[in-house]
């Protein structure tokens, strides 16, 4: 899980991370997982960094180069993309993107801040639990990812030794 330790980081932020952590950990098929800021800043993942580079133990199957940087910039331009594309046709909101590959899937969907949650799963995961147990995230995470926490979590990613 991406941030330095738990230790000084409110409630809501550590159990953002148990929520996270949760996700990959029980959902089959979840190589990655990534939190982005509306703005694009990547929050919370499930991938160590260390002096900015992903030193996480090789994924389950292909994965982003770079993992936690590269899924949060995949997320943010699908995330982008799509809201222009909604608001071009009248669509409304974006709830959730989804791109299936030869080699993987990746799922965007919306947290209720602006903020998306984004998940690079393995090419054989069940594609309606995956969305399921982010929609369950979401859920939970809504509420809780309010401007001080989404601070306190971009603050943690910028202090990652």
């Not at 982008?80 to 899937?105: C, F, I, R």
């Not at 995230?137 to 809780?144: L, S």
Request: aromatic content about 4%.
């Amino acid at each position: 899980m991406t941030a330095p330790s738990t230790y000084g980081l409110s409630t809501q932020a550590r159990n953002l991370q148990w929520l996270l952590t949760d996700l990959v950990r029980e959902v089959p098929g979840v190589n990655s997982v990534a939190v982005v800021s509306s703005d694009g800043l990547l929050l919370l993942s499930s991938d160590p960094v260390t002096d900015g580079a992903a030193t996480a133990p090789q994924p389950k199957s292909r994965g982003p180069r770079g993992a936690s940087a590269d899924l949060a910039t995949i997320v943010s331009g699908l995330g982008s993309l799509t809201t222009g594309a909604a608001a071009l046709m009248d669509g409304g909101s974006v709830k959730q993107t989804m791109v299936a590959m030869e080699h993987g899937s990746v799922f965007v969907m919306a947290i209720s801040d602006g903020s998306l949650l984004g998940v690079h799963a393995t090419p054989d995961c069940d594609m309606s639990v995956v969305a399921y147990h982010m929609a369950l995230f979401v859920g939970r995470a809504g509420h809780v990812l309010t401007p001080e926490v989404r601070s306190e979590l971009r603050q943690s990613m910028e202090n990652t030794p």
